[in-house]
C-alpha cells in the first residue's frame, strides 16, 4: 500500500476544501472537509469516505460526534440538535438503530431501544410534567406490556397498543384504590372490578388470576418496581450495550455518488411524544386517566369489603354489582367440577386427555419455530409448481433430550411435518406478517390459549397470546382439501388483494408416539380488531338448523342466520365493492367444488340502545348515585346517558389513521360514494379515526323492524336504526363436495325443506349464499 501524501489545502471546483491526508488524489487518513454552504467534518477518511472516528458540524449548529462508515452515520455516536436535543447512542446508515439515550429540547427523555429511527423494543420515556412510561414501544407508540406513572401517584399496569391503554391491567390510584379490567383504545371497555381505597382486596396475582391473564402478576409486579428503581437511577450518561444486534433491513438517508458530497440529511428531528394525560385528552376526554378524586374515593370507610363488579361499554358504565369481598367467588369445588366438565367436553379426542394437550401446544410452537427459523434465511423467490407438490415437506424429530439440530425441551418426544414451507413463507410476505412478530406471537413466552368450546367437527382451538392467529386442528380430509386447492388458493389471493376469504400462514402435523397424528392450520383472527366485537354471526344462507336456541345464548355465543334480525344499509360504493369480491370468491370456492362455507360477521355498535335493560335496575332497588364514580359521566338526574350515535366518512388520510397490516386484514383502502368517490377513513366521534377496508371498519346503519302486535295495520312501520361497524370474512371453507355427501344429506333433508337437497350442489350454494346476503345487505334507491 501506497504511504499517503501531505497536502497542506486543496480546493475543488464546487467550492469545497480539504485539508488533510491524501492517497493519490482522494482524501485517504486523518482530513478535514469544509463543504460550501458551511458543513464541516474532521476526522478519519478511508478512500474519499468518511469512515472511523470523527466530527461533523452542520450550518444550523446540529453537531455529530462518533462513528462513520462509507459517509454514514454508522456506530455509535452523539448527535446534538440545533434546538439543544441530545441523542447519544447507536446508528445505522445515518438513522438511530440500537440502544440509545435521547434529551429533547422540551426536556423529555426516551432511553432505551430504537429501530429505523422510532422508539421500539424495550425503553423508558420520562416526560416533563413527571409522568413516566417504562415497557414495550412499537412503530415509536407504546405497545405491549408496560407500566404509566403519573405525577399525581396513579399508575396503570398492563397492556397498550398503538399508544393507548388496550387489552386488561390494573389502574393503581394514589390514595390505594384499584380498578382491574379491560380497555380499548383508551377507553375501559368491559368487565373488570373496583376496589374503592381503604378496601380489602386479593393479591394482583389473584385479580389477574379473575380475568384470565394469570401471567399479568409477575409483569406487572416486576414492571412498577422497574419504574421505580429508574426513577431512582437516573443519570446523565446512557447505558448502551454494543453487544445488542438487530436483523433489520434499513435504507440511509445520506446518500453518495461517489464523491464527497455536501448535502445532508434530516438527522435533528426532535419531535418528542405528546404526554400522554394531555394526549388523551385531546382525542377524548373521557379517554384521560382521572385523578384519585374521580373514581378511587367514596363514602366507604377503611377496611369495608365492599368490592364493585362493572361492565364498560366504550368507556361508558353499562353495569354494575355492588358485592361483598367474601362473597366473589373463589377457588373451591362447584368451580373445579365445572372446569373438569369443560375439559373434558372439549376433549373428545383420546390423545387430548390429562396433560397431552398442553404437551401439543409446546410441541407446536417448538415446531413453527424451528420452521420458520429454517425457511427465513432462505433468499425470497417465486414459488414454483415444485413447492406445491408432495416433496414440499420439512421433516424433523424432536426428542426431548434435544439433538444436534434441535434444542432440549420440557414436552414428550414428537416428529414434526411441514408442508409446502416456501408456498406459505410467501403468503406470510404477500399478507405482510413479519416473520420475527410472527414467530413471537406463537411461540412466545406468553404460549397460546385453548379456546373452552370448539367446534362442532370436534377441532380444538388455540389463540396467540396478543389474538392476531387461530390455530385449528384438521381432519385428515380437510388436510387434502387444502393441499389439492393450495395453488389455486394462492394464485387466488395474490391476485385479489381484498379477498374475504380465510388468510392461511402455516399447515403442520405432529406425530407422536404410538404414531396419532394431528394436523394443524394457522390463520389470521378476523375479530383481532381495534374495536370491540359486541355481537358475531355465522351465515351460510340457510333456515333449516340455523338458529340458536334463546336459553343458550351468551354475551360471546356466535349467532347464525335465522337469529339475524337486523337489515344493513351502506354507502353505495362500499356494498358495490363488497358485493363484487364476494361473487368473485364464492366463484373461486365453486370452481374448487367447496360447501358449507360461511361468512362470518362481526357487529361493533356505536350507541348500544340495545343494552339498555341491562343498565335498569333490579325491581325494587333504587340505584344510589354514591356509590358510582362521578367522573365516569354515567347518571345524571337519575338518567343513564348513552354514547352520541354518528359515524362520519372522511378522505382518507395516511398519516392519521394505523396503515400497519393484521393477520385478517391487506387489501386497499375503500372509496365511497358519498365522498365524491375517494378513498374514506371513518371517524368516530369520541374514539378515533380508522382506515376503511374490505371487511374492515365498514360503517353502515342495522335497521331492526319493532314487531307491534297491537298496532293498526295502516300505520307506519316502526324501526330501531343503529350505527355499527361491521367486520367479516369468509371462513370454513374446506368442506368439498362429493357424491355420498349428496346423498346423505337428501336423505335428511326430507325431515326438513325437500329444498335443501340443491344446498349440496357448489353452484346452488353460493347463488343462495348471495342471495341470502343481498336481502341482508338491500341495495339503496
Same mark, same amino acid.
Given at each position: 500500500?501506497?504511504?499517503?501524501d501531505?497536502?497542506?489545502d486543496k480546493?475543488f471546483?464546487?467550492?469545497?476544501s480539504y485539508f488533510?491526508?491524501?492517497?493519490?488524489? @482522494?482524501?485517504n487518513g486523518?482530513?478535514?472537509y469544509?463543504?460550501?454552504d458551511g458543513?464541516v467534518y474532521?476526522?478519519?477518511w478511508?478512500?474519499?469516505?468518511m469512515?472511523?472516528k470523527?466530527?461533523?458540524?452542520?450550518?444550523?449548529?446540529?453537531?455529530?460526534e462518533?462513528?462513520?462508515?462509507?459517509?454514514?452515520?454508522h456506530?455509535?455516536?452523539?448527535?446534538?440538535?440545533?434546538?439543544?436535543?441530545?441523542y447519544?447512542?447507536?446508528?445505522?446508515?445515518?438513522?438511530?438503530?440500537g440502544?440509545?439515550?435521547?434529551e429533547?429540547?422540551?426536556?423529555?427523555?426516551?432511553?432505551g431501544? !430504537?429501530?429505523?429511527?422510532?422508539?421500539?423494543?424495550?425503553?423508558r420515556?420520562?416526560?416533563?410534567?413527571?409522568?413516566?412510561?417504562?415497557?414495550n414501544?412499537?412503530?415509536?407508540? *407504546?405497545?405491549?406490556r408496560?407500566v404509566m406513572? !403519573?405525577?399525581?401517584g396513579d399508575?396503570?399496569?398492563?397492556?397498550w397498543f398503538?399508544?393507548y391503554r388496550?387489552?386488561?391491567g390494573? %389502574?393503581?390510584?394514589?390514595?390505594?384504590?384499584?380498578?382491574?379490567? *379491560?380497555?380499548?383504545?383508551?377507553?375501559?371497555d368491559?368487565?373488570?372490578?373496583? %376496589?374503592?381505597?381503604?378496601?380489602?382486596?386479593? /393479591?394482583?396475582?389473584?385479580?389477574?388470576?379473575s380475568?384470565?391473564?394469570?401471567?399479568?402478576a409477575?409483569? #406487572?409486579?416486576? &414492571? /412498577?418496581?422497574?419504574?421505580?428503581?429508574?426513577e431512582?437511577?437516573?443519570?446523565?450518561?446512557?447505558?448502551v450495550?454494543r453487544?445488542?444486534?438487530?436483523k433489520?433491513l434499513?435504507g440511509?438517508?445520506?446518500?453518495n455518488?461517489?464523491r464527497?458530497?455536501?448535502?445532508?440529511?434530516?438527522?435533528?428531528?426532535? =419531535?418528542?411524544?405528546c404526554?400522554?394525560?394531555?394526549e388523551f385528552?385531546?382525542?377524548?376526554?373521557?379517554?384521560?386517566?382521572l385523578?384519585?378524586?374521580?373514581?378511587?374515593?367514596?363514602?366507604?370507610?377503611?377496611?369495608?369489603?365492599?368490592?364493585?363488579?362493572?361492565?364498560?361499554?366504550?368507556?361508558?358504565l353499562?353495569?354494575e354489582?355492588?358485592?361483598?369481598?367474601t362473597?366473589?367467588?373463589?377457588?373451591?369445588?362447584?368451580?373445579n367440577?365445572?372446569?373438569?366438565k369443560e375439559?373434558?367436553?372439549?376433549?373428545?379426542?383420546? @390423545?387430548?386427555?390429562?396433560?397431552?394437550?398442553?404437551?401439543?401446544?409446546l410441541?407446536?410452537?417448538?415446531?413453527?419455530?424451528?420452521?420458520?427459523?429454517?425457511?427465513?434465511?432462505v433468499?425470497?423467490?417465486?414459488?414454483?409448481?415444485?413447492?406445491?407438490?408432495?416433496r414440499?415437506?420439512?421433516r424433523?424429530?424432536?426428542?426431548?433430550?434435544?439433538?444436534q439440530?434441535?434444542p432440549?425441551?420440557?414436552? @414428550?418426544?414428537?416428529? !414434526?411435518?411441514?408442508?409446502?414451507?416456501?408456498?406459505?413463507?410467501?403468503?406470510?410476505?404477500?399478507f405482510k406478517?413479519?416473520?420475527?412478530?410472527?414467530?413471537?406471537s406463537i411461540?412466545?413466552?406468553?404460549?397460546l390459549?385453548?379456546l373452552?368450546?370448539?367446534?362442532?367437527?370436534?377441532?380444538?382451538?388455540?389463540?396467540s397470546?396478543?389474538?392476531?392467529f387461530?390455530?385449528?386442528?384438521?381432519?385428515?380430509?380437510?388436510?387434502k382439501?387444502?393441499?389439492?386447492m393450495l395453488q389455486?388458493?394462492y394464485?387466488?389471493?395474490?391476485e385479489? &388483494?381484498?379477498?374475504? @376469504?380465510?388468510?392461511f400462514?402455516g399447515?403442520? =402435523?405432529?406425530? #407422536?408416539?404410538?404414531g396419532?397424528?394431528?394436523?394443524?392450520?394457522?390463520?389470521?383472527?378476523?375479530?383481532?380488531?381495534?374495536?370491540?366485537?359486541?355481537? /358475531?354471526?355465522?351465515?351460510?344462507?340457510?333456515s333449516?338448523?340455523?338458529?340458536?336456541?334463546?336459553?343458550?345464548?351468551?354475551?360471546?355465543?356466535? #349467532?347464525?342466520d335465522?337469529?339475524?334480525?337486523?337489515?344493513?344499509?351502506?354507502d353505495?360504493?362500499l356494498?358495490e365493492?363488497l358485493?363484487?369480491?364476494i361473487?368473485?370468491?364464492?366463484k373461486?370456492?365453486?370452481?374448487?367444488?367447496?360447501?358449507?362455507?360461511? #361468512?362470518?360477521l362481526?357487529?361493533?355498535?356505536?350507541?348500544p340502545?340495545?343494552?339498555r335493560?341491562?343498565?335498569?335496575?333490579?325491581?325494587?332497588t333504587?340505584?344510589?348515585?354514591?356509590?358510582?364514580p362521578?367522573?365516569?359521566?354515567?347518571?345524571s338526574?337519575?338518567?343513564?346517558?348513552?354514547?352520541?350515535?354518528?359515524?362520519?366518512?372522511?378522505?382518507?388520510?395516511?398519516?392519521?389513521?394505523?396503515?400497519?397490516?393484521?393477520?385478517?386484514i391487506?387489501?386497499?383502502?375503500?372509496?365511497a360514494?358519498?365522498v365524491?368517490?375517494k378513498?374514506v377513513?371513518?371517524?368516530?366521534?369520541?374514539t378515533?379515526?380508522?382506515?376503511?377496508?374490505l371487511?374492515?371498519? *365498514?360503517?353502515?346503519?342495522?335497521?331492526?323492524?319493532?314487531?307491534?302486535?297491537?298496532?293498526?295495520?295502516?300505520?307506519v312501520?316502526?324501526f330501531?336504526?343503529?350505527?355499527?361497524?361491521?367486520?367479516?370474512?369468509?371462513?370454513?371453507?374446506?368442506?368439498?363436495?362429493?357424491?355420498?355427501?349428496?346423498?346423505?344429506?337428501a336423505?335428511?333433508s326430507?325431515?326438513?325443506?325437500?329444498?335443501?337437497?340443491?344446498?349440496?350442489?357448489?353452484?346452488?350454494?353460493?347463488?343462495?349464499?348471495?342471495?341470502f346476503?343481498?336481502?341482508?345487505?338491500p341495495?339503496?334507491?
Amino acid at each position: 500500500m501506497e504511504d499517503s501524501d501531505r497536502l497542506n489545502d486543496k480546493t475543488f471546483s464546487n467550492g469545497d476544501s480539504y485539508f488533510g491526508d491524501f492517497k493519490g488524489v @482522494i482524501p485517504n487518513g486523518k482530513g478535514k472537509y469544509t463543504w460550501s454552504d458551511g458543513t464541516v467534518y474532521e476526522g478519519d477518511w478511508e478512500e474519499g469516505k468518511m469512515t472511523g472516528k470523527g466530527c461533523i458540524v452542520w450550518p444550523s449548529g446540529a453537531k455529530y460526534e462518533g462513528d462513520f462508515s462509507g459517509v454514514y452515520l454508522h456506530g455509535f455516536g452523539t448527535l446534538t440538535g440545533a434546538d439543544g436535543s441530545v441523542y447519544r447512542g447507536t446508528w445505522r446508515m445515518n438513522i438511530r438503530h440500537g440502544l440509545g439515550r435521547k434529551e429533547y429540547c422540551n426536556s423529555d427523555i426516551y432511553d432505551g431501544s !430504537w429501530k429505523e429511527g422510532v422508539h421500539e423494543g424495550s425503553g423508558r420515556y420520562s416526560w416533563n410534567s413527571g409522568n413516566a412510561y417504562i415497557g414495550n414501544w412499537k412503530g415509536g407508540k *407504546m405497545s405491549g406490556r408496560g407500566v404509566m406513572k !403519573w405525577a399525581n401517584g396513579d399508575i396503570y399496569d398492563g397492556s397498550w397498543f398503538n399508544g393507548y391503554r388496550h387489552g386488561s391491567g390494573l %389502574y393503581r390510584f394514589a390514595d390505594g384504590g384499584y380498578y382491574f379490567g *379491560m380497555w380499548s383504545k383508551g377507553l375501559k371497555d368491559g368487565k373488570g372490578k373496583f %376496589y374503592p381505597a381503604g378496601s380489602k382486596h386479593p /393479591s394482583l396475582k389473584k385479580m389477574c388470576s379473575s380475568l384470565g391473564y394469570d401471567d399479568s402478576a409477575k409483569m #406487572l409486579l416486576s &414492571e /412498577s418496581s422497574s419504574i421505580n428503581s429508574a426513577e431512582e437511577s437516573k443519570s446523565s450518561k446512557p447505558r448502551v450495550k454494543r453487544s445488542l444486534s438487530e436483523k433489520i433491513l434499513v435504507g440511509g438517508l445520506l446518500k453518495n455518488s461517489g464523491r464527497i458530497s455536501h448535502r445532508t440529511s434530516s438527522l435533528d428531528e426532535n =419531535r418528542s411524544l405528546c404526554d400522554p394525560a394531555t394526549e388523551f385528552l385531546c382525542h377524548n376526554s373521557s379517554c384521560m386517566l382521572l385523578p384519585p378524586s374521580d373514581e378511587s374515593q367514596s363514602n366507604i370507610q377503611d377496611g369495608s369489603p365492599v368490592v364493585y363488579e362493572r361492565e364498560y361499554m366504550q368507556g361508558v358504565l353499562i353495569k354494575e354489582k355492588v358485592r361483598n369481598y367474601t362473597e366473589l367467588p373463589h377457588k373451591g369445588k362447584p368451580r373445579n367440577k365445572l372446569s373438569v366438565k369443560e375439559v373434558k367436553k372439549r376433549s373428545c379426542v383420546d @390423545i387430548f386427555e390429562g396433560h397431552r394437550s398442553y404437551y401439543l401446544m409446546l410441541n407446536l410452537q417448538l415446531g413453527i419455530r424451528y420452521t420458520v427459523g429454517k425457511i427465513t434465511p432462505v433468499p425470497m423467490r417465486e414459488v414454483r409448481t415444485s413447492d406445491f407438490g408432495d416433496r414440499a415437506r420439512i421433516r424433523m424429530y424432536f426428542p426431548r433430550k434435544g439433538s444436534q439440530f434441535t434444542p432440549p425441551h420440557h414436552s @414428550i418426544d414428537f416428529s !414434526w411435518k411441514d408442508y409446502c414451507p416456501m408456498v406459505f413463507r410467501n403468503l406470510r410476505e404477500m399478507f405482510k406478517l413479519d416473520a420475527a412478530e410472527y414467530m413471537m406471537s406463537i411461540c412466545g413466552d406468553d404460549g397460546l390459549r385453548e379456546l373452552s368450546s370448539p367446534g362442532k367437527s370436534g377441532s380444538i382451538f388455540y389463540l396467540s397470546h396478543d389474538d392476531r392467529f387461530f390455530i385449528k386442528t384438521l381432519k385428515k380430509s380437510e388436510l387434502k382439501v387444502l393441499l389439492r386447492m393450495l395453488q389455486k388458493y394462492y394464485n387466488h389471493v395474490k391476485e385479489h &388483494e381484498n379477498t374475504l @376469504i380465510t388468510k392461511f400462514f402455516g399447515l403442520h =402435523r405432529i406425530t #407422536l408416539r404410538g404414531g396419532r397424528k394431528v394436523r394443524f392450520v394457522v390463520m389470521g383472527n378476523m375479530f383481532c380488531t381495534e374495536l370491540r366485537i359486541h355481537r /358475531s354471526y355465522d351465515l351460510k344462507g340457510s333456515s333449516v338448523g340455523r338458529c340458536t336456541d334463546k336459553e343458550k345464548i351468551k354475551e360471546n355465543t356466535t #349467532l347464525k342466520d335465522v337469529d339475524l334480525s337486523y337489515e344493513f344499509h351502506m354507502d353505495k360504493l362500499l356494498r358495490e365493492s363488497l358485493f363484487k369480491q364476494i361473487s368473485i370468491d364464492c366463484k373461486f370456492l365453486e370452481s374448487q367444488q367447496i360447501i358449507d362455507y360461511s #361468512l362470518l360477521l362481526g357487529l361493533h355498535f356505536r350507541a348500544p340502545e340495545h343494552l339498555r335493560p341491562l343498565l335498569e335496575p333490579p325491581p325494587g332497588t333504587t340505584p344510589n348515585p354514591d356509590s358510582l364514580p362521578a367522573g365516569d359521566g354515567i347518571i345524571s338526574q337519575g338518567e343513564f346517558m348513552i354514547p352520541p350515535k354518528g359515524l362520519l366518512l372522511v378522505t382518507h388520510e395516511p398519516s392519521f389513521v394505523s396503515t400497519a397490516p393484521g393477520p385478517h386484514i391487506r387489501g386497499s383502502t375503500l372509496r365511497a360514494f358519498s365522498v365524491g368517490e375517494k378513498e374514506v377513513d371513518l371517524l368516530l366521534p369520541g374514539t378515533g379515526r380508522l382506515r376503511v377496508q374490505l371487511g374492515v371498519n *365498514m360503517p353502515a346503519q342495522a335497521n331492526h323492524k319493532l314487531l307491534d302486535n297491537e298496532g293498526d295495520s295502516n300505520e307506519v312501520e316502526l324501526f330501531e336504526v343503529y350505527d355499527v361497524v361491521l367486520y367479516m370474512g369468509i371462513i370454513d371453507i374446506l368442506q368439498e363436495y362429493n357424491v355420498k355427501k349428496k346423498v346423505e344429506h337428501a336423505y335428511k333433508s326430507l325431515q326438513f325443506d325437500p329444498l335443501e337437497i340443491s344446498v349440496v350442489e357448489p353452484k346452488f350454494y353460493a347463488s343462495r349464499f348471495i342471495n341470502f346476503l343481498e336481502q341482508k345487505f338491500p341495495d339503496q334507491p
